[in-house]
T-cell receptor, first 116, second 113 residues
Framework: NAGVMQNPRHLVRRRGQEARLRCSPM?????VYWYRQLPEEGLKFMVY????????ESGMPKERFSAEFPKEGPSILRIQQVVRGDSAAYFC??????????????FGEGSWLTVV | GENVEQHPSTLSVQEGDSAVIKCTYS??????FPWYKQELGKRPQLIID?????GEKKDQRIAVTLNKTAKHFSLHITETQPEDSAVYFC????????????FGAGTQVVVTP
């Protein structure tokens, strides 16, 4: 059973370019979460998605960032017109359902974005 | 919203000694408290978790305690080994906010042989 799959693992973008990060949840998981980890900091929640729905985007910056989880295919976190401050590790996580005692949230290996 | 504070920020221990990391939370609705271990350049890895209907949980050399009244929980690592060196994060979440983990700032643990 493959875990949460993220790609690319490392991405370098010049200022002003776009970054697209992809996440495939664990098999059987329908809930996807994106977190951002700035250098030497903890993880900060960005967005919670289910298939074709954004459930909670309270942690997303108001501009340049968007996320989707289409009916088919992986979840995508998109950052437009990247700036140096976007350099961070972006972690995707998934869970099978919401709020049950058996739920555990599993993280992918992360995508490290460097903006030069 | 939830606010999680974690102490200490760094912890150096001799191999074989115990390490204790403490976290406090603010939201009384929080009822699930996972601990993650993160090695440099790697993903956070769940090492143990506790739910609010339990006061203590143990898994080999790792244990977690929860005091709901005081709103604090702790990670205990006994007989530390060099491979325990990593950054450890506590987190808290309420089931009606599932997925929106609130993380502590992390503790850098260094185990010296």
């Amino acid at each position: 059973n493959a875990g949460v799959m993220q790609n690319p693992r490392h991405l370098v973008r010049r200022r002003g370019q776009e970054a697209r990060l992809r996440c495939s949840p664990m098999k059987g998981h329908s809930h996807v979460y994106w977190y951002r980890q700035l250098p030497e900091e903890g993880l900060k929640f960005m967005v919670y998605l289910q298939k074709e729905n954004i459930i909670d985007e309270s942690g997303m910056p108001k501009e340049r960032f968007s996320a989707e989880f289409p009916k088919e295919g992986p979840s995508i976190l998109r950052i437009q017109q990247v700036v140096r401050g976007d350099s961070a590790a972006y972690f995707c996580a998934s869970s099978p359902a919401k709020g049950t005692a058996e739920n555990t949230i599993y993280f992918g290996e992360g995508s490290w974005l460097t903006v030069v | 919203g939830e606010n999680v504070e974690q102490h200490p920020s760094t912890l150096s221990v001799q191999e074989g000694d115990s390490a204790v990391i403490k976290c406090t939370y603010s939201d009384s609705a929080s009822n699930y408290f996972p601990w993650y271990k993160q090695e440099l350049g790697k993903r956070p890895q769940l090492i143990i978790d506790i739910r609010s209907n339990v006061g203590e949980k143990k898994d080999q050399r790792i244990a977690v305690t929860l005091n709901k009244t005081a709103k604090h929980f702790s990670l205990h690592i006994t007989e530390t080994q060099p491979e325990d060196s990593a950054v450890y994060f506590c987190a808290a979440i309420a089931t009606d906010s599932w997925g929106k983990l609130q993380f502590g700032a992390g503790t850098q643990v260094v185990v010296t042989p």
